[in-house]
């Protein structure tokens, strides 16, 4: 199983969509973002309706969007690193013991992330929750290569 990740800041629409999502044979965008209806998500700005971002996401990489709230932070963790009230490992162990609490990895339909890229805003995976979310489901589901785009 592939399993993608992307973050969508620090890139132009044409990035996103043209050189980094359309070639990389990705089936779905998997959002794991808490906030993805946020003023601040450009371009990737989803709403209740149906956004312009999940328009694009069919209309220029006829790919399906899916928002997967059981792989976001929660919010007192989220507001705890971004404030600087903790520390990117606290960050890190706390959202790998909110993914055990939740039994993602039981919880989730495996079919839904082969191909499939975890979206969030960080543009590197370096210190974003989609990379310990791939790595989590790695781990217990074993046989997934991760690709960061």
């Known amino acids: 199983m592939k399993l993608y990740t992307i973050g969508f800041t620090k890139k132009s629409a044409r990035e996103f969509f043209d050189e980094l999502l359309r070639p990389s044979g990705v089936g779905r965008v998997i959002d794991v973002r808490l906030r993805p209806s946020s003023q601040l998500a450009g371009f990737a700005k989803v709403s209740k309706s149906g956004g312009d971002f999940e328009f694009l996401l069919d209309r220029?990489?006829?790919?399906?969007?899916?928002?997967?709230?059981?792989?976001?932070?929660?919010?007192?963790?989220?507001?705890?690193?971004?404030?600087?009230?903790?520390?990117?490992?606290?960050?890190?162990?706390?959202?790998l013991e909110l993914l055990a609490e939740r039994e993602a990895e039981r919880e989730l339909d495996r079919a839904l992330f082969d191909d499939g890229v975890l979206l969030c805003s960080e543009d590197t995976p370096e210190r974003c929750h989609r990379r310990l979310a791939a790595e989590y489901l790695k781990h217990h589901w074993g046989d997934v290569e991760i690709i960061h785009l």
């Open 60 to 95: 220029l990489c006829g790919m399906d969007y899916f928002h997967v709230p059981l792989l976001s932070p929660s919010e007192e963790l989220f507001t705890s690193y971004r404030g600087g009230d903790i520390t990117w490992d606290e960050y890190c162990e706390g959202y």
